[in-house]
């Protein structure tokens, strides 16, 4: 049964950083291109960021270009997301999404998500 | 930027046919996921690449995208139903990952 459980959220100031974690099974982590997607309270669903298998390529929405960044530990079956110079609109849950499929895949399975609230 | 366009909300009578659209500049020409999300849930993909329904979603469920407009289709509608669905593409041209801003189905 595959499994993804996300970590790290928490309440932060307007600057701050977190990193946010999420531990993958019941599939092969190594051969898998994983995604972040967010729900901003009460909106709607955003992509977020995007890595292959090796962690060598990777691709970030235009709002969190250059303030996050994904990347993965496949020996740990770990994918992670560096939140950096957080802004109040950050505010979101954040699901860890596994991605199958050919072209762009489709987000096959989900997280239960971690909240992340900016706030001063 | 790639845009999908959904309406806010569709109500539907019990046992009725909801027809939930997505439309997006020659959507046509790219695959179409669909994903329901229920109050407090995580999402889950009810149709993907357009037509295909993963293992354990009703037949209910069907999705169609022939030109303009993507549409997600739920005959016999049922209380369960209700949810928030989205759609969702790859704009290859980019390379983002896209969303709809989601359509809330109302069961009355």
């Known amino acids: 049964e595959v499994q993804l459980v996300e970590s790290g959220g928490g309440s932060v100031q307007p600057g701050e950083s977190l990193r946010l974690s999420c531990a993958a099974s019941?599939?092969?982590?190594?051969?898998?291109?994983m995604h972040w997607v967010r729900q901003a309270p009460g909106k709607g669903l955003v992509w977020v960021a995007r890595?292959?298998?090796?962690?060598?390529?990777?691709w970030y929405a235009d709002s969190v270009q250059g303030r996050f960044t994904i990347s993965r530990d496949n020996a740990k079956n770990t994918l992670y997301l560096q939140l950096n110079s957080l802004r109040v609109d950050d505010t979101a849950v954040y699901y860890c999404v596994l991605s199958t499929g050919s072209g762009g895949g489709t987000f096959e399975f989900w997280g239960r998500g971690t909240l992340v609230t900016v706030s001063s | 930027s790639y845009v999908l366009t959904q309406p806010p909300s569709v109500s539907v009578a019990p046992g009725k046919t909801a027809m939930i659209t997505c439309g997006g500049h020659d959507i046509g020409s790219k695959s179409v996921h669909w994903y329901q999300q229920k109050a407090g849930q995580a999402p889950v993909v009810v149709i993907y690449?357009?037509?295909d329904r993963p293992s354990g979603i009703p037949e209910r469920f069907s999705g169609s995208n022939p030109g303009n407009t993507a549409t997600l289709t739920i005959s016999r509608v049922e209380a369960g139903d209700e949810a928030d669905y989205y759609c969702q593409v790859w704009d290859s041209s980019g390379d983002q990952w896209v969303f709809g801003g989601g359509t809330k189905l109302t069961v009355l």
């Open positions: 890595i292959n298998t090796v962690g060598s390529s990777t």
């Open positions: 690449y357009d037509s």
């Open positions: 019941g599939f092969t982590f190594s051969s898998s291109w």
